[in-house]
């Protein structure tokens, strides 16, 4: 290692303010027009920004966010990347946002810390090992890695589950998905900043979008708190608060919005090396590379924007998870906290025309928002760069809502983050 990059220089640095480090990026002042803006700096926004100017030469972009690059849903989840979905249209979408986390280090030159470990989701009876392989060959028909585990096999990958025939969900086997794991949410954040920004993108904080420009029933812009800025497509990315930017823009969406809560544990030894998740107990569990047990659950299904946890949610989850691993009753919370994830009625996202002409959205991705993020940022990009759709956005348009043409995978995204 150079003397620039020494440990005795970071530390240096770090004791005088780190004055003299480069910033990855910078805040940039509004400019009067672009060619494109997006509503929403977390991943799904900054990543539509990096491939619009890296795939189709389209720069002239401001990345506009209320509060903090990724202080939104892309730093309130459990970082969960996977694409064991049911539907081929969901395959599709979500294998290719998982191809692109496999590359992603390199094509930022930013470690994300996508960490390959797997992923079980645990099945409980014969029934449901009868499910389970239903499931798993469609994944396998559409093009996803997945495999039928029977107990033992699920023994050697997780040998501290509770393996109790008496316990309350005695463990049958689990479905498997190798290519699955975890990755780093601020890394994921600041890798795409970073990009697009010496892409020539302007990434603007602090910034409200207040209302959109309207002339002649199409978008012109956005009225925001730091005034008028213009473009003719204007792409909204903004996670849980997509409703909330509907009533501004003169569209509807069929969206609620719900916090879902997420837990970290004190850090201890290496106990589990993979991410398991239980459809009966409602809960899942993995270990971060720091020891912490990063731990998750169903909604709270109480539509809420306040990005806090509560009890009754906490005392279901955890029961889950002692019922799972019963030698983590112990173990000590470090620390609790919400997101707000806007869901559709077939827990599927909505991608394409809003409704109002020069809007677009990106938005209903419920509990799956993170994992998409390459993917969701790669197809959004196309659609305001040709006006049309990617193949595999087409599917999710909001038209389907009106042809009965839905993707129910709520069974694949309605817990697992």
Request: glycine share 14%.
């Amino acid at each position: 290692m150079s003397a620039k990059y020494s440990a005795l220089t970071l530390f240096k640095n770090g004791l005088c303010g780190k004055k003299s480090w480069t910033p990855a990026w910078e805040s940039s002042a509004p400019k009067s027009a672009y060619d494109v803006i997006i509503v929403g700096g977390g991943g799904h926004g900054l990543a539509t920004a990096y491939y619009l100017a890296s795939k189709h030469g389209v720069n002239r972009v401001a990345v506009i966010e209320k509060g903090w690059i990724g202080g939104g849903n892309t730093g309130r989840n459990t970082t969960v990347i996977r694409s064991n979905y049911f539907y081929q249209e969901s395959t599709d979408l979500y294998d290719l946002s998982l191809r692109l986390y496999e590359g992603l280090s390199r094509e930022l030159n930013y470690n994300v810390m996508f960490s390959q470990r797997g992923m079980l989701t645990l099945l409980h009876s014969e029934p449901e090992m009868e499910m389970g392989a239903r499931a798993v060959n469609a994944m396998q028909l559409a093009g996803s890695d997945a495999e039928l585990l029977g107990r033992d096999e699920v023994c050697q990958r997780a040998p501290t589950l509770n393996f109790d025939p008496q316990a309350r969900y005695p463990i049958h086997g689990a479905a498997w998905q190798g290519r699955a794991g975890t990755g780093r949410h601020d890394a994921v954040a600041w890798g795409f900043a970073r990009a697009a920004w010496r892409k020539g993108v302007d990434i603007i904080q602090n910034c409200e979008v207040t209302g959109f420009v309207m002339e002649g029933g199409m978008c012109k812009g956005v009225e925001t708190s730091k005034g008028e800025i213009r473009a003719d497509r204007v792409g909204v990315a903004a996670a849980g608060h997509s409703s909330v930017l509907a009533k501004l823009g003169g569209y509807r969406l069929p969206i609620q919005s719900y916090a879902l809560q997420a837990f970290v544990s004190e850090p201890i030894k290496p106990i589990v090396d993979t991410v398991v998740f239980s459809p009966a107990y409602g809960s899942y569990v993995s270990q971060s590379d720091k020891g912490g047990l990063v731990i998750g659950g169903g909604l709270d299904r109480v539509p809420s924007y306040g990005q806090r946890g509560n009890l009754p949610v906490q005392e279901t989850v955890l029961s889950g998870i002692v019922g799972m691993m019963p030698c983590l009753a112990p173990i000590k919370l470090l620390r609790q906290w919400a997101g707000i994830v806007d869901v559709t009625p077939d827990s599927s996202p909505i991608l394409g025309p809003s409704g109002t002409p020069g809007i677009y959205v990106n938005c209903g991705w419920g509990t799956g928002g993170f994992k998409a993020i390459p993917g969701g940022g790669y197809v959004f990009a196309h659609i305001l760069a040709k006006d049309e759709h990617h193949a595999y956005s087409r599917p999710f348009d909001i038209s389907r809502f009106q042809t009965g043409r839905l993707f129910d995978e709520g069974a694949a995204s309605g817990i697992a983050h």
